[in-house]
């Protein structure tokens, strides 16, 4: 991995992949490990999402928008929502995050940019909401079945009074009658092979659903 500073987000630097980095071996079973205990994943956190591009962006263009709170990096992966949130003066930065190479790359790329970040190494979505007063959350819809784990957990934040900020470049799973957009960027999505070229992001509100 090498130290980089993020496209689009040159205050902030991470440990990201390059060609010759070897993740692929991550995604292959150890021969000496209990597959039925570990399951490989693929490692989300070597790469800068636009998801959570944006939404950093986002936060460090508006500084008020996490000054003097209580934040939440949900599903951080590298880091990079909560460590612009600590940059942009959150008064704490919880980062949750469930993959055990995860982890480790946060607390590397936390320290790298010199903030303080508390790391929960748990699957938050099926309990009640942490004590903050913002979610952060940064392209966590890239999936059918995370979508259905993370829309009833981001519900029970706003019923107890937690505003939610959704970071997402148009991913397929993205619940858009619940969001509304409150900012755009250009950026690029580097992970996935999504190319350098920067495309439309969006950072949105996640509201109460209409009553019917």
Not at 57 to 68: H, K, N
Not at 70 to 96: M, N, P
Not at 156 to 178: F, H, K, M, S, T
Request: glycine share 12%; aromatic share 6%.
């Amino acid at each position: 991995m090498r130290l980089l500073p993020v496209p689009s987000l040159p205050e902030i630097r991470l440990y990201m992949a390059h060609p010759g980095s070897g993740l692929r071996r991550l995604l292959e079973p150890d021969g000496d490990a209990d597959e039925s205990v570990v399951e490989p994943q693929p490692p989300y956190w070597a790469y800068a999402w636009a998801g959570g591009t944006v939404l950093a962006r986002y936060i460090l263009d508006r500084p008020s928008t996490v000054a003097g709170r209580r934040v939440l990096d949900f599903g951080a992966g590298s880091g990079l929502v909560g460590i612009a949130a600590a940059k942009a003066g959150a008064s704490e930065v919880i980062a949750a995050e469930i993959d055990r190479n995860g982890i480790v790359a946060l607390g590397l790329n936390a320290e790298a940019n010199g903030v303080a970040i508390t790391i929960i190494n748990e699957d938050i979505t099926a309990g009640p909401p942490l004590a903050v007063d913002l979610v952060l959350a940064g392209d966590v819809f890239y999936g059918q079945e995370v979508a259905r784990r993370v829309v009833p957990f981001l519900d029970r934040c706003l019923a107890a009074g937690i505003e939610v900020l959704v970071g997402d470049p148009g991913r397929a799973w993205l619940p858009r009658p619940r969001l509304r957009l409150v900012g755009e960027y250009l950026v690029p999505d580097v992970g996935g092979n999504g190319g350098s070229a920067p495309k439309p992001s969006a950072v949105f509100a996640f509201v109460v659903a209409d009553a019917d």
